[in-house]
């Protein structure tokens, strides 16, 4: 094969050099392409992150435990670029529970997230970022979905199936409810009371029973402009010692109906030229449908024959002819059939086809019509890997067939995008594809014998080689042993360090069990991940935006390990005011400086490294030191929460898709229990809901006449996290786009709220309530949002528009705000503002028991999480060890490590052992 490839990449070369040596240097549309996306590239390096969690799932009273890797760039560096890793609990309703916030350490960092009694049983997100990754949005984010189970589930085991069915004649979204007890038992005739919520907001409450079956059945209020993101369905239900057990379904339902769409290769399908068509199946829930089918022309001769391999994916070869319409005849599983059009072929252009025929090369064919044969136009060629051009020359069309050979050692493992320009340096054609190249750590992950004793201590050894085989220097890594046993996972679904870094995090949505593309390399697998690069959209830029830049500057800022605290001082009337004295004072953290204003009034704090979140009390004086001056603190617009982009991911039935699991954390509640440890049980037998109201309204201050009866009389309640105390000074900023129809607005006094749309009818105030009683004046208003109460000071806001009962009691719509026990109005002083910067959050160790003393192993140990390290280090031959004791078997225990090391190659080696 060599030998014919030979010629035709000398012949290739010859007629790009003869080419080159006609085309003026500054008029080269190819040098113009490259130049244009070195630029982009260089003012916007691309971060990635990604998380090795110690488990796929956990269970409340667990701890997450996990490790970032930060990168910068083609190759994968380690990022200097960012000092601070944002990482984010996420409930599956889209409700953030809590933020850390972590210093990086050459472009790694390491955490943990303690799950509560508090929260649920359901799915959950972890998501991570830099501040400099907002710049390119929160697609770009690591974000994982997960599941958490309640071995306490007050003896009831749920479930939820949605499906559309045809009712009255219209298509609905129905949802079936099971509950039965642990033992599978059908909980007939209990009573239930449900909510459903769709984008926050209560669309339906009732009360009912369930059947014989202990079956619920029920239509959601939906059609299908309507995102079901986050929504869910609330249940409260009779258990079976007559205590009210809550439970949440998240409404799984992404589409309307079976979607089926096609994809003609690199763009469009041109009549006479051959190319792919690709097609994608997805069900209601958005996992792929094996569909079949065949292709047919408008007199219904069979053209090609189709079939989904994994995921609902697959591709086929076609050859449209001119004047022909083509349709697709699909059959469902279900035995269902479906009709559609295929995208109509073009009499004029272009196909850029990609093949991998061998190991170590490309083959990049450009297909052609007949009108750009006889034109026979100077094409520009590039191809490049997450900005990095790995190719770039000029391609004369001379045949209806065009093939370009290329080195795979040349890329980088991971997604390169081909894309063909005409002379104006338009895009016409762009192809997608994964690259396998010889850049990835070998690792080697080895015990003394393959069988142990529970409790044994063991040591496994870990050897590193570099892509080249050599051993790795400076090679980092994080293990997890987990006994798999009692928590069963499929290696397909996993996310890990080859999956998200080199593949998910370049594609638009959602791709389902990513790590199948990485457990084999064979035929089979690639052909699938070839069927991915064809449906899934490449996501990092578009030619459009290189070629024609905004020049705006990047909206944030590289973070490093320092906190910056910025911002401006003005006259009373709100005019720059140069050479203030500005003074920065905590008390606690033993920090007192000061700084000038500059012409525009602007002023900075840099590299103020905080290892927790102090409190700052910044003051402005003028010159003559008078304080008749206005301080008005930066701030970074509120990270919003996204819909989850991976809502196929999301369980409807924890207790079943975590069974073994629960079931262990049962048995280790109760041996501690029966043995008096009782600090040791980390979860609630039962889930009682006047418990928790009562919990939730114990640090509310005392209430007026005017209060509602409960949160469910609210259209809106609002809560501040950690993070809203740290970005924002005011109570003003915090509200900023969070009050759905109401707006905070610059009034004669300050600012004031003013709803919107059309139930404003002209008087568009708004009422406002404080600890139930009503705020007289604007004036008042405005010195509560400009300062007279901090966000830290709130316990909760509720908004009130549409309520009619609840607007009519309190005089019109209302935002009344709860404030938390013992606050009192401050003195507004609009030259002193206090401020929070968030600071780092302190991490833990985990905890690795010894068996080595006697006695000690009398003690039953059912960790389902044995090991996690995330601090190992290979040695300058590429080698390490690590010890640790087993847990109690018998147990299949699965050992996995991942990393990275100097040069950016990431590796990651699972090995399996028996406990008995």
């Known amino acids: 094969m060599k030998s014919k490839k030979l010629p035709i990449i000398i012949g290739l070369i010859c007629s790009l050099l003869l080419l080159f040596a006609f085309i003026p240097k500054g008029d080269d549309p190819v040098e113009k392409l490259v130049a244009a996306l070195q630029k982009w590239t260089d003012n916007n390096p691309q971060e990635k992150v990604y998380l090795h969690m110690d488990k796929p799932y956990y269970a409340t009273g667990d701890t997450i435990w996990f490790k970032g890797y930060v990168t910068v ?32 350490t050459t472009g790694m960092v390491v955490g943990d997230f303690p799950l509560g009694d508090e929260l649920r049983a359901g799915s959950y ?88 079956l202990g079956n619920l059945s029920l239509t959601i209020p939906n059609n299908k402009n309507v995102n079901l993101s986050g929504a869910y369905i609330r249940t409260i239900i009779e258990g079976s010692n007559k205590e009210s057990i809550m439970r949440d379904f998240p409404i799984k339902a992404s589409l309307y109906q079976s979607d089926v769409q096609f ?19 997805v069900g209601v829930d958005g996992l792929g449908v094996a569909i079949k089918g065949k292709v047919v022309d408008e007199a219904n001769n069979q053209i090609a024959e189709f079939e989904a391999a994994h995921a609902g994916m697959g ?40 093949y991998q025929p061998n190991k170590d090369s490309i083959l990049v064919r450009i297909g052609a019509s007949a009108k750009q044969l006889a034109a026979a136009p100077t094409l520009s060629f590039v191809g490049q890997t997450n900005g990095e051009v790995i190719v770039a020359s000029p391609v004369k069309i001379a045949r209806a067939s065009t093939s370009i050979w290329l080195e795979k050692k040349l890329f980088p493992t991971g997604i390169a995008q081909f894309t063909i320009f005409n002379s104006d340096g338009e895009p016409l054609n762009e192809r997608v594809a994964f690259i396998r190249s010889n850049d990835l750590m070998q690792l080697s992950v080895k015990s003394s014998k393959n069988t142990y004793k529970s409790k044994e201590a063991i040591k496994i050894e870990l050897a590193a080689k570099d892509g080249n085989g050599q051993a790795t220097l400076g090679g980092n890594f994080s293990v997890s042993v987990i006994d798999e046993t009692r928590v069963p996972m499929d290696e397909s679904g996993e996310n890990t360090i080859f999956s998200h870094m080199l593949l998910t995090s370049d594609l638009k949505g959602y791709v ?56 401006r001082v003005l006259t009373l009337g709100s005019k720059p005011l140069p050479g203030a004295t500005v003074t920065m004072l905590s008390l606690r953290a033993k920090i007192a400086k000061s700084t000038t204003s500059d012409t525009d009034g602007k002023f900075s704090f840099d590299g103020v490294f905080l290892e927790d979140s102090i409190k700052f009390a910044i003051q402005a004086r003028t010159a003559k030191n008078s304080d008749h001056t206005i301080l008005v603190i930066d701030t970074l617009p509120r990270m919003r929460i996204s819909k989850n982009k991976n809502m196929p991911d999301v369980t409807t039935n924890v207790s079943g898709t975590l069974k073994t699991y629960l079931e262990n954390g049962r048995k280790l509640d109760d041996f501690y229990e029966k043995t008096g440890q009782l600090d040791k049980v980390q979860r609630l037998k039962e889930v009682r809901i006047k418990a928790i109201r009562a919990k939730r309204t114990s640090n509310i201050a005392p209430q007026g006449m005017y209060k509602l009866p409960d949160e469910e009389s609210a259209d809106r309640v609002i809560t501040f996290g950690e993070d809203d105390v740290a970005s924002y000074t005011t109570l003003g900023m915090a509200l900023q786009g969070r009050l759905q129809g109401i707006a905070i607005e610059q009034g004669q006094y300050g600012s004031e709220f003013k709803e919107l749309g059309a139930r404003a009818s002209g008087n568009s105030s708004i009422s406002v309530y404080l600890n139930g009683v009503k705020v007289q004046g604007a004036g008042a208003v405005s010195e509560i949002l400009d300062g007279g109460i901090l966000p830290e000071d709130v316990a ?14 309190l005089g019109g719509p209302s935002v009344m705000i709860l404030t938390k026990l ?13 401020v929070t910067p968030k600071g780092f959050n302190k991490m833990r160790d985990f905890y690795l028991p010894k068996y080595d003393k006697p006695g000690s192993e009398q003690i039953p140990d059912l960790r389902t999480t044995v090991y996690w390290n995330p601090r190992i280090k290979t040695d300058e031959t590429g080698q390490t060890s690590f010890n640790f004791f087993n847990a109690d078997g018998p147990g299949t225990y699965k050992v996995i490590v991942e990393g ?17």
């Open 73 to 104: 760039g083609s190759r994968h560096q380690l990022s200097a670029l960012s000092g601070a890793l944002y990482v984010e609990l996420i409930t599956e309703q889209d409700s953030l529970i809590k933020t850390l916030k972590l210093p990086i």
């Open 125 to 212: 997100r972890i998501r991570a970022y830099t501040r400099w990754m907002r710049n390119a949005g929160d697609e770009y984010f690591f974000d994982k979905t997960f599941t958490v189970g309640d071995p306490a589930n007050g003896n009831i085991v749920t479930r939820a199936d949605y499906q559309y069915k045809t009712l009255n004649n219209k298509q609905a979204l129905t949802a079936l409810l099971t509950y039965t007890d642990n033992d599978g038992r059908a909980l007939a005739e209990k009573s239930v009371k449900y909510q459903i919520v769709i984008n926050k907001e209560v669309i339906e409450t009732k009360s009912t029973k369930t059947d014989a």
């Open 263 to 281: 994809f003609p290769e690199s763009g469009g399908l041109v009549a006479g030229v051959s190319s792919r068509l690709a097609f994608k199946a």
């Open 315 to 354: 591709s086929f070869l076609i050859r449209p002819e001119a004047g022909k319409s083509y349709s697709a005849q699909i059959t469902f599983p279900d035995g269902s059939t479906k009709g559609i059009v295929l995208p109509k072929a073009s009499d004029d252009g272009f196909v850029l086809s990609v």
């Open 512 to 567: 389902e069990k990513p790590n199948y593309y990485f457990t084999n390399n064979n035929d089979e697998v690639n052909k699938a991940l070839d069927n991915l690069m064809l449906t899934q959209g490449y996501r990092r830029f578009t030619w459009k935006e290189i070629i024609n830049p905004t020049n705006s500057k990047p909206v944030f800022e590289a973070e490093g390990l320092g906190a910056k605290i910025s911002g």
């Open 796 to 809: 909760k806001i509720l908004v009130v528009r549409t309520n009619a009962a609840m607007v009519n009691m």
């Open 822 to 834: 013992g606050v009192t109005r401050k003195q507004y002083n609009p030259s002193i503002v206090n």
């Open 900 to 916: 990275i090391n100097a040069a950016g190659e990431f590796g990651r080696q699972v090995y399996k052992y028996t406990v008995q």
